[in-house]
């Protein structure tokens, strides 16, 4: 993905493409939307599952927020090796810039969980200087 930021933890890479969604945000209320692409690709080799998320999300005023939950969109995917898993989602800020990172609770056949790093990317507007908060 062009524009993405990219992780790589045992073999699994996460790579992430944020986007500002002009139509539908509302500065005027304080109200920015963001959508995210995530491509998850399993680079090593035995399949995984994808257990549960971790986010945590920044605005420009440094407040926090953190999500947790099972899955993604609703699913809980397993990704054989050398497959990609894709998704979108977004994000609603009440300031114009923040800054996202988390990770994924993936499961091996064995049984075993690992985190997988989600990497930290920046939420900015299209004229705005990209740059990680």
């Avoid at 005023?61 to 990704?79: A, F, H, K, W």
């Avoid at 898993?85 to 499961?107: N, R, V």
Wanted: glycine residues 10%; negative net charge.
């Amino acid at each position: 993905m062009s524009g993405s930021y990219t992780a790589i933890t045992q073999g699994i890479e996460v790579s992430v493409e944020p986007f500002y969604l002009d139509d539908e945000s509302r500065p005027e209320e304080s109200e920015y939307i963001w959508a995210y692409m995530v491509e998850i690709h399993n680079g090593g080799s035995e399949p995984v599952q994808l257990k549960t998320r971790y986010w945590q999300i920044t605005d420009a005023l440094g407040r926090q927020e953190e999500v947790s939950g099972e899955g993604v969109v609703g699913e809980q995917p397993v990704i054989e090796p050398g497959e990609t898993y894709e998704y979108s989602s977004h994000c609603p800020l009440s300031t114009d810039s923040g800054i996202m990172a988390g990770s994924y609770s993936m499961e091996r056949p064995d049984g075993s969980v690992f985190e997988v790093v989600i990497p930290a990317f920046s939420l900015d507007l299209p004229d705005a200087i990209h740059s990680l908060n």
